[in-house]
């Protein structure tokens, strides 16, 4: 059965340009794959719990996120 799992690019990433600086991607996701400390800051990934269902990745206003499958 092939894996997926979401992938952060660092050098798209920017929460300046999401809403109050808030990932918005780490609002969708339910299993808190995506973790933000304070408002403006990178968020962290914590990829073993992601499903890869791509939820996340349609509310990335950066496109950072993309959902990789082997
Ligand atoms: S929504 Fe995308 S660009 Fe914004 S903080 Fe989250 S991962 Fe980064
Ligand atoms: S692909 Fe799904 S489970 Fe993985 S981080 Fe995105 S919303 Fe969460």
């Not at 339910?30 to 509310?59: D, F, W, Y």
Request: charged content about 15%; aromatic content about 4%.
């Amino acid at each position: 059965m092939p894996k997926r799992m979401v992938v952060l690019n660092y050098q798209k990433c920017d929460p300046q340009f999401c809403q109050d600086g808030v990932c918005q991607a780490a609002l969708l996701c339910k299993r808190k794959v995506l973790s933000q400390i304070a408002p403006h800051e990178t968020p962290e990934l914590n990829s073993e719990m992601c499903l890869g269902c791509a939820v996340c990745t349609t509310a990335c206003a950066g496109q950072a996120l993309e959902v990789l499958q082997w």
